[in-house]
T-cell receptor, first 110, second 115 residues
Framework: AQRVTQPEKLLSVFKGAPVELKCNYS??????LFWYVQYSRQRLQLLLR??SRESIKGFTADLNKGETSFHLKKPFAQEEDSAMYYC????????????FGKGTKLSVIP | GAGVSQSPSNKVTEKGKDVELRCDPI?????LYWYRQSLGQGLEFLIY????????KSGLPSDRFSAERTGGSVSTLTIQRTQQEDSAVYLC?????????????FGPGTRLTVT
């Protein structure tokens, strides 16, 4: 069965510092990877997905198939980035539900 | 436009009672998903409906859990004989189609507390 691991429950960084939220996955095939974000008192929303190769709010994520990782990065953290971040994968081929990691709470210190 | 809505927003029930949670997906969305968010387990998939196909029930934790989707729109998640371990936030999501490119839009959730 597939699994997503986010090793850090909580990550605190200073404003302006670089951010890296780690995500590792296990699945024998080639899944699609996503990052979801949940800001305080807001609903869960898609931040970015590997298939789109996009950069959203300054965040990027690179899929490393050798290391089975999909770490989320931003060069300069902003206070408004403080939120809960979830890495997720979808295995496709008729199975389109998301498998989530347990999440990392990012706290950006002013 | 209107997003995914869920009702009730909060539900407190006694152990052993049945509960029904409702999800109204975005109009025109053909896929609908239920997830559960609990302190110990994080976000877990429960069930999803894909158009008119039989639902994928592979994530349901026990036969006390069931879900219906009527008319390809509204969905109801039913938990029978609730247990304390059922306490969680139940999230519904919908997407236009089903596939990697179809973004899942989440509702605000129903917080279920079983006393």
């Amino acid at each position: 069965a597939q699994r997503v691991t986010q090793p850090e429950k909580l990550l605190s960084v200073f404003k302006g510092a670089p951010v890296e939220l780690k995500c590792n996955y296990s699945y024998s095939g080639s899944p699609e990877l996503f990052w979801y974000v949940q800001y305080s008192r807001q609903r869960l929303q898609l931040l970015l997905r590997h298939i789109s190769r996009e950069s959203i709010k300054g965040f990027t994520a690179d899929l490393n198939k050798g290391e089975t990782s999909f770490h989320l990065k931003k060069p300069f953290a902003q206070e408004e980035d403080s939120a809960m971040y979830y890495c997720a994968l979808m295995i496709g081929a008729g199975s389109y539900q998301l498998t989530f990691g347990k999440g990392t709470k990012l706290s950006v210190i002013p | 436009g209107a997003g995914v809505s869920q009702s009730p927003s909060n539900k407190v029930t006694e152990k052993g009672k049945d509960v029904e949670l409702r999800c109204d997906p975005i109009s025109g969305h053909t896929a609908l998903y239920w997830y559960r968010q609990s302190l110990g387990q994080g976000l877990e998939f429960l069930i999803y409906f894909q158009g008119n196909s039989a639902p994928d029930k592979s994530g349901l934790p026990s036969d006390r859990f069931s879900a219906e989707r009527t008319g390809g729109s509204v969905s109801t998640l039913t938990i029978q004989r609730t247990q304390q371990e059922d306490s969680a936030v139940y999230l519904c999501a919908s997407s236009l189609g089903w596939g990697y490119q179809d973004e899942q839009y989440f509702g605000p959730g129903t917080r279920l507390t079983v006393t």
